[in-house]
């Protein structure tokens, strides 16, 4: 199986340039203060749809353009981020878009993929009716992670963050499918070949993790999670590969630990965050990761699409 280069890389950053928000990487004393770390975050609340997952859906659209194979219409299935990306996409070119999401899904969520002009779905068997549909239609399915292009146009957030400071020693990542790890690792593992990369999941959505342990093998339960943008109902055969391959540790915290480490982190960058962007704070917070005092470490904040009722259940 063929891993992501970085000459894959590359071409994602060309596609996209001008087409995304290059988003800050910002420093944060009182969190570097409190830890004992040289922390900095990469801001991709602040990306269009307010998530990283823009970029590999806009780069495997314009990937499909330059191979002349621009679909009909797109399809997606996801808990919100992915959808909103592939609708925002679609408009992007003009393209009718179908999005299969959770009957559970934030509404904030489900009303932003409509505002983008998406059509959703509300399924409990989110692939197989997403299947259904897009052979009913003739339309392209653009996958949440397990896609390369999609990895590639992840891997943009990576090149970006080593091209704003000091090489890290330490990149924190949220883990779902593993998408944005796989692209994260592709990037400053080819640059930086002694950073630590960690992904971090939910314990309750923890599929790559399981994955891993299991010979490919999908929990019996389905993932659910406060942390509602990293529940992937399942682990794509490629993100592990480049797991297996590029990262070097995945550790797990649980509900408490990501709703405390959900506050501080709003409170110590002063940034609109969903609950996804904490599990690398609660990494640090719960000693599942540490590291020599002074390490640069960055935080990656994967999105800013959180719920008013969610965010009314802080103190």
């Known amino acids: 199986m063929r891993l992501t280069s970085v000459d894959d890389v590359l071409a994602a950053e060309r596609r996209l340039a001008g087409r995304i928000?290059?988003?800050?990487?910002?420093?944060?004393?009182?969190?570097?203060?409190e830890c004992g770390l040289d922390i900095a975050v990469k801001a991709e609340n602040l990306q269009h749809t307010g998530s990283f997952k823009?970029?590999?859906?806009?780069?495997?659209?314009?990937?499909?353009?330059?191979r002349q194979a621009v679909p009909a219409g797109l399809t997606a299935f996801s808990a919100g981020n992915h959808a909103m990306a592939v609708a925002f996409a679609g408009?992007?070119?003009?393209?009718?878009?179908?999005v299969c999401m959770p009957p559970n899904a934030v509404p904030?969520?489900?009303?932003?993929?409509?505002?983008?002009?998406?059509?959703?779905?509300?399924?409990?068997?989110?692939?197989?009716?997403?299947?259904?549909?897009?052979?009913?239609?003739?339309?392209?399915?653009?996958?949440?992670?397990?896609?390369?292009?999609?990895?590639?146009?992840?891997a943009t957030l990576g090149r970006e963050l080593l091209a704003d400071g000091p090489p890290p020693g330490l990149v924190l990542v949220p883990v779902g499918g593993g998408g944005l790890i796989s692209g994260v690792a592709t990037a400053?593992?080819?640059?930086?070949?002694?950073?630590?990369?960690?992904?971090?999941?939910?314990?309750?959505?923890n599929v790559v993790g399981y994955a891993l342990r299991g010979d490919g093998a999908t929990p019996a339960t389905r993932p659910v999670s406060m942390a509602d943008g990293l529940a992937a109902p399942f682990a794509g055969r490629l993100t592990l590969a480049h797991v297996r391959e590029l990262v070097d540790d995945l550790v797990e915290v649980t509900e408490a630990d990501i709703?405390?480490?959900?506050?501080?982190?709003?409170?110590?960058?002063?940034?609109l965050l969903e609950p996804a962007s904490a599990v690398t704070l609660a990494a640090l917070r719960t000693g599942r990761v540490t590291a020599a005092p002074g390490t640069r470490t960055i935080l990656v904040l994967s999105g800013g699409n959180v719920s008013p009722a969610l965010l009314s259940t802080l103190p």
């Open 21 to 33: 928000v290059r988003t800050p990487l910002l420093p944060c004393p009182q969190l570097s203060d």
């Open 259 to 271: 709703r405390t480490a959900w506050w501080e982190l709003m409170a110590a960058t002063r940034l």
């Open 54 to 66: 823009v970029r590999g859906a806009l780069n495997a659209l314009l990937a499909l353009a330059e």
């Open 188 to 205: 400053v593992r080819a640059a930086v070949p002694t950073a630590r990369i960690v992904g971090v999941e939910p314990a309750t959505a």
């Open 91 to 98: 408009r992007s070119f003009g393209l009718p878009t179908v």
């Open 108 to 154: 904030t969520k489900i009303e932003a993929v409509r505002r983008w002009g998406g059509e959703v779905v509300l399924t409990d068997d989110l692939l197989a009716t997403c299947e259904q549909i897009t052979a009913e239609r003739g339309y392209h399915l653009l996958p949440p992670f397990d896609d390369p292009d999609v990895i590639a146009g992840q």
